[in-house]
């Protein structure tokens, strides 16, 4: 998924120091700008993995044409990153909305529009992470604010039952507490190690008053369709996926040549996780399908198919969504079902893609 709180890359020590300067007030954000690629260097310098870039570049630039050009830009210089900012509605300070604004963060959506408060700004900003603390609630959350995107379209209301089948690092799951208060909301991960990074995330944000209601659960996503058929009203599937941003940076030629061997195996994958979240959800229900990575394989084909083979789906038009965002995102041009956002210069959010879908019996 996208950097967020709990993200481990490397962060360049001056993008950290100037982000802890000018929460302390002694740096002006004007002076904060974006290196080219070669000028870092040091321990945290992120090496490129040419196997994976060769292949986004032979796929990219025919499924993207020009925007591949910028985006490849963008994703290939991690220091230029934007990272927002999510005030955690159970412990934010009073001081830290004003602070941000201060600093030149503006909001990313209406304050009508959501109860969520998620900050931006133009640089490539990254405020200090904070540490996990046992019983200890942490005032922000970081991200990719692309990776809002579903959570937005995906409308959570109070007191609903909500299954977030693909759960860790958590962030989504975050967010939806900062939009609404589920009956239920049931995050699951299948991973034994992201299961523990997702318990981790939610005791960060979620005050334990809400055990009851967010539960942490460690299935094959695949089952829930026989196990809790028709018992949600709205599920989340933020899939498995060639995650463009870690996988351009993954460790070695080997351990790229070894995920590129296993990404032809993922749309089987993600449409076999859709076709148990759309068992689970209750007739009228709402699914949202989302990944990280720009691929058409993983994106758009894996809607088309699951549309042809589940008649009782019907997609649902996001364009308000996108319209409402457009100064924000940069949205691909319409290629088939849902909605895409490019990395963009200035705009570096992404990649998202994003579709929803209702079930009408």
Same mark, same amino acid.
């Given at each position: 998924?996208?950097?967020?709180?709990?993200?481990?890359?490397?962060?360049?020590?001056?993008?950290?120091?100037?982000?802890?300067?000018?929460?302390?007030?002694?740096?002006?954000?004007?002076?904060?700008?974006?290196?080219?690629?070669?000028?870092?260097?040091?321990?945290?310098?992120?090496?490129?993995?040419?196997?994976?870039?060769?292949?986004?570049?032979?796929?990219?630039?025919?499924?993207?044409?020009?925007?591949?050009?910028?985006?490849?830009?963008?994703?290939?210089?991690?220091?230029?990153?934007?990272?927002?900012?999510?005030?955690?509605?159970?412990?934010?300070?009073?001081?830290?909305?004003?602070?941000?604004?201060?600093?030149?963060?503006?909001?990313?959506?209406?304050?009508?529009?959501? $109860?969520?408060?998620?900050?931006?700004?133009?640089?490539?900003?990254?405020?200090?992470?904070?540490?996990?603390?046992?019983?200890?609630?942490?005032?922000?959350?970081?991200?990719?604010?692309?990776?809002?995107?579903?959570?937005?379209?995906?409308?959570?209301?109070?007191?609903?039952?909500?299954?977030?089948?693909?759960?860790?690092?958590?962030?989504?799951?975050?967010?939806?507490?900062?939009?609404?208060?589920?009956?239920?909301?049931?995050?699951?991960?299948?991973?034994?190690?992201?299961?523990?990074?997702?318990?981790?995330?939610?005791?960060?944000?979620?005050?334990?008053?809400?055990?009851?209601?967010?539960?942490?659960?460690?299935?094959?996503?695949?089952?829930?369709?026989?196990?809790?058929?028709?018992?949600?009203?709205?599920?989340?599937?933020?899939?498995?996926?060639?995650?463009?941003?870690?996988?351009?940076?993954?460790?070695? $030629?080997?351990?790229?040549?070894?995920?590129?061997?296993?990404?032809?195996?993922?749309?089987?994958?993600?449409?076999?996780?859709?076709?148990?979240?759309?068992?689970?959800?209750?007739?009228?229900?709402?699914?949202?399908?989302?990944?990280?990575?720009?691929?058409?394989?993983?994106?758009?084909?894996?809607?088309?198919?699951?549309?042809?083979?589940? $008649?009782?789906?019907?997609?649902?038009?996001?364009?308000?969504?996108?319209?409402?965002?457009?100064?924000?995102?940069?949205?691909?041009?319409?290629?088939? $079902?849902?909605?895409?956002?490019?990395?963009?210069?200035?705009?570096?959010?992404?990649?998202?893609?994003?579709?929803?879908?209702?079930?009408?019996?």
């Amino acid at each position: 998924g996208a950097p967020g709180n709990n993200d481990t890359s490397p962060t360049p020590c001056g993008q950290r120091c100037a982000a802890i300067a000018l929460l302390n007030g002694r740096l002006s954000p004007s002076r904060l700008s974006c290196r080219p690629a070669q000028a870092q260097r040091g321990p945290g310098q992120r090496r490129l993995c040419e196997p994976v870039l060769q292949l986004f570049d032979r796929q990219y630039s025919e499924e993207l044409g020009p925007l591949w050009t910028t985006a490849r830009e963008v994703l290939c210089q991690p220091q230029c990153w934007q990272y927002a900012v999510m005030l955690n509605r159970f412990c934010a300070s009073a001081e830290l909305q004003p602070r941000l604004r201060a600093l030149g963060y503006s909001g990313l959506l209406p304050p009508a529009s959501s $109860p969520l408060r998620c900050f931006v700004h133009p640089a490539p900003l990254r405020l200090p992470s904070q540490r996990h603390r046992p019983g200890q609630l942490k005032p922000y959350f970081l991200l990719n604010a692309a990776s809002l995107l579903p959570v937005l379209a995906l409308g959570a209301a109070d007191g609903e039952s909500v299954l977030d089948l693909c759960s860790a690092p958590g962030g989504k799951a975050v967010a939806v507490m900062q939009s609404a208060t589920p009956g239920l909301l049931l995050c699951n991960e299948w991973d034994g190690r992201r299961w523990k990074w997702l318990a981790e995330t939610l005791e960060s944000f979620i005050p334990a008053r809400f055990s009851h209601a967010v539960q942490v659960s460690n299935r094959d996503g695949r089952v829930f369709g026989r196990i809790a058929e028709g018992l949600y009203d709205k599920v989340l599937v933020d899939a498995p996926c060639s995650n463009d941003r870690s996988w351009l940076f993954c460790p070695g $030629p080997d351990r790229g040549a070894e995920r590129i061997r296993g990404r032809e195996a993922l749309p089987e994958l993600q449409t076999q996780l859709l076709r148990s979240a759309v068992a689970a959800l209750r007739p009228g229900g709402a699914l949202v399908y989302s990944t990280c990575t720009l691929s058409r394989a993983e994106n758009g084909a894996v809607v088309e198919a699951l549309l042809r083979s589940c $008649p009782s789906l019907q997609l649902e038009d996001l364009g308000g969504l996108a319209d409402s965002l457009a100064q924000h995102f940069t949205f691909a041009p319409p290629a088939g $079902p849902g909605l895409l956002v490019v990395p963009d210069a200035g705009r570096t959010w992404g990649p998202m893609f994003v579709a929803k879908m209702r079930k009408l019996r």
